[in-house]
């Protein structure tokens, strides 16, 4: 079945593209194995010069990525534009941090004398051709913040991006060919999901890392470990927006706002549970509402629009099903909760805040992927904390508190990977990102991420 490049704001299928038949994907996995004997042996200063060059080309053509990829998924143009420039930039910081991070560790002589060394060290060395199943919500910043970090390991990169945004896909090949990367460094992949536990199982794939749905990661790493290969698994997340009394409520909302519509609220990362103390939740609530209410909703293209499509139909589809099923339950329609009018030609769904959650929605247990907040009112700081852990996921998690021993409560009892304080969640280089619970394992970005996919070598000398 063909792959296609479907414009979610139409409908309208751009470009089909044919998958890879078996000899196709042999040769692209042929070609990866025989890049790697030669690339891993080249210098930081070489792997750091191709990837500066990368990073200008994708500076330079940060109109059109940024145009592919909301035609491809259907992301505000000025998000598009952000999310190129983003990526430039976290090549350019991997170009100049690798070696660093990557350094030979030398411990005491002293604590390995007696083990009859007269020197030891740990050396960092890549693994080999890294598999990376990457999803369509980010689709150039989920691939470059493995790509950047792998490539300067030293590993080569293989990518089996979603199926709905191939032509994104081709171009970021096609960006790390005309950086000059030898040939079979990186290379796109296009094949279905049924081919992926073959690539994985092939012994020239040496690792893999997937970043999308929880299904999606039970696959995977259940392959993965059959083959006894590493993997990092980043899946979904349902995190918590926790506002207590000292919060500066006026900022707290207009984050709130943004870290809940950011992406189309098509982000792990995106703040989905708005637990609120009581003493300040009627102002929040009504403030939220507001703003949520006036989010400009429409053509992806246009500059001034704020929220645009859902990327498929079906995303559209099961986001109104757990609305409606909140709804036949019981909870509170602030604002939204239908698809807007004037839009019948695409995927769009209208900003929504629902209020009065429990246990029997379906909502209060699966992850939103969309313009959709629920809004719990909490009693005191432990009820915000019971309710912020109170999910299968543990991303990442945002308290609003200017007291410092809230915010030490927070950092000791909050079930995520992350606990971002009076601000918005936000990946970079510089900061490990991942999960605990069912948000997965391991960790990407940062030099806990350079380093998942490298072979820790212990060198002793007598």
Same mark, same amino acid.
């Given at each position: 079945?063909?792959?296609?490049?479907?414009?979610?704001?139409?409908?309208?299928?751009?470009?089909?593209?044919?998958?890879?038949?078996?000899?196709?994907?042999?040769?692209?996995?042929?070609?990866?194995?025989?890049?790697?004997?030669?690339?891993?042996?080249?210098?930081?200063?070489?792997?750091?010069?191709?990837?500066?060059?990368?990073?200008?080309?994708l500076?330079?053509?940060?109109?059109? =990525?940024?145009? $592919?990829?909301? #035609?491809?998924? /259907?992301?505000?143009?000025? %998000?598009?534009? !952000?999310?190129?420039? @983003?990526? *430039?930039?976290?090549?350019?910081?991997?170009?100049?941090?690798a070696?660093?991070?990557?350094?030979?560790?030398?411990p005491?002589?002293a604590?390995?004398a007696d083990?009859?060394?007269?020197?030891?060290?740990?050396?960092?060395?890549?693994?080999?051709?890294?598999?990376?199943?990457?999803?369509?919500?980010?689709?150039f910043?989920?691939?470059?913040?493995f790509?950047?970090?792998?490539?300067?390991?030293?590993?080569?990169?293989?990518?089996?991006?979603?199926?709905?945004?191939?032509?994104?896909?081709?171009?970021?090949?096609?960006?790390?060919?005309?950086a000059?990367?030898?040939?079979?460094?990186?290379?796109?992949?296009?094949?279905?999901?049924?081919?992926?536990?073959?690539?994985?199982?092939?012994?020239?794939?040496?690792? =893999?890392?997937? $970043?999308?749905? #929880?299904?999606? /990661?039970?696959?995977?790493a %259940?392959?993965? !470990?059959?083959?006894? @290969?590493k *993997?990092?698994?980043?899946?979904?997340g349902?995190?918590?927006?926790?506002?207590?009394?000292?919060?500066?409520?006026?900022a707290?909302v207009?984050?709130?706002?943004?870290?809940?519509?950011?992406?189309?609220?098509?982000?792990c990362i995106?703040?989905?549970?708005?637990?609120?103390?009581?003493?300040?939740?009627?102002r929040?609530?009504?403030?939220?509402?507001?703003?949520?209410?006036?989010?400009?909703?429409?053509?992806?293209?246009?500059?001034?629009?704020?929220?645009?499509?859902?990327?498929?139909?079906?995303?559209?589809?099961?986001?109104?099903?757990l609305?409606?099923?909140?709804?036949a339950?019981g909870?509170?329609?602030?604002?939204?909760?239908?698809?807007?009018?004037?839009?019948?030609?695409?995927?769009f769904y209208?900003?929504?805040?629902?209020?009065?959650?429990?246990?029997?929605?379906?909502?209060?247990?699966?992850?939103?992927?969309?313009p959709?907040?629920?809004v719990?009112?909490?009693?005191?700081l432990?009820?915000?904390?019971?309710?912020?852990n109170?999910t299968?996921?543990?991303l990442?998690?945002?308290?609003?508190?200017?007291?410092?021993?809230?915010?030490?409560?927070?950092?000791?009892?909050?079930?995520?990977?992350?606990?971002?304080?009076?601000?918005?969640?936000?990946?970079?280089?510089?900061?490990?990102?991942?999960?605990?619970?069912?948000?997965g394992?391991?960790?990407?970005?940062?030099?806990?991420?350079?380093?998942?996919?490298c072979?820790?070598?212990?060198?002793?000398?007598?």
């Open positions: 079945m063909p792959i296609a490049s479907v414009n979610p704001a139409t409908g309208e299928t751009l470009e089909t593209f044919e998958p890879l038949d078996a000899a196709g994907l042999e040769q692209r996995l042929a070609r990866a194995e025989a890049a790697f004997r030669t690339y891993r042996t080249t210098s930081y200063a070489q792997r750091a010069g191709l990837l500066r060059r990368a990073a200008d080309l500076d330079q053509d940060r109109e059109s =990525v940024a145009r $592919t990829m909301t #035609e491809e998924m /259907g992301k505000p143009l000025t %998000a598009a534009r !952000a999310e190129a420039a @983003k990526c *430039a930039r976290a090549m350019r910081w991997y170009a100049e941090n070696e660093a991070l990557l350094a030979d560790e030398h005491d002589p604590d390995v083990a009859g060394a007269a020197r030891a060290y740990v050396r960092y060395r890549p693994l080999g051709a890294v598999l990376a199943v990457m999803p369509w919500n980010f689709p910043w989920q691939v470059v913040r790509a950047a970090p792998a490539l300067m390991a030293g590993n080569v990169g293989l990518l089996k991006h979603a199926s709905n945004v191939p032509r994104t896909a081709v171009a970021l090949e096609e960006l790390f060919r005309r000059g990367f030898p040939e079979g460094c990186f290379q796109t992949l296009l094949i279905g999901s049924a081919a992926v536990e073959g690539v994985i199982r092939d012994p020239r794939v040496a690792a =893999v890392t997937l $970043t999308g749905s #929880e299904p999606a /990661g039970r696959a995977v %259940a392959t993965a !470990a059959d083959e006894v @290969k *993997a990092v698994l980043e899946l979904g349902s995190d918590p927006f926790v506002v207590l009394p000292s919060a500066d409520l006026d707290a207009a984050t709130a706002v943004t870290a809940r519509a950011q992406n189309n609220g098509q982000s995106a703040a989905k549970r708005f637990i609120v103390h009581t003493d300040v939740y009627d929040f609530t009504a403030a939220f509402t507001a703003a949520m209410r006036a989010l400009r909703v429409g053509d992806p293209m246009a500059e001034d629009t704020q929220v645009g499509p859902l990327a498929s139909r079906q995303g559209r589809d099961d986001l109104a099903g609305v409606e099923d909140a709804r339950h909870a509170g329609v602030e604002c939204g909760g239908r698809r807007p009018e004037g839009l019948d030609a695409g995927w209208e900003p929504t805040v629902l209020t009065g959650i429990t246990p029997r929605m379906r909502i209060h247990h699966e992850e939103t992927f969309g959709v907040a629920t719990y009112r909490a009693g005191d432990e009820e915000a904390l019971a309710l912020a109170d299968p996921f543990g990442s998690s945002n308290v609003w508190t200017e007291d410092p021993a809230e915010q030490e409560r927070f950092v000791r009892d909050i079930q995520a990977g992350g606990v971002f304080f009076n601000g918005m969640t936000a990946s970079h280089p510089a900061l490990p990102f991942g999960g605990v619970k069912r948000s394992f391991g960790r990407e970005l940062s030099g806990h991420g350079i380093r998942e996919f072979n820790v070598t212990t060198v002793w000398i007598a």
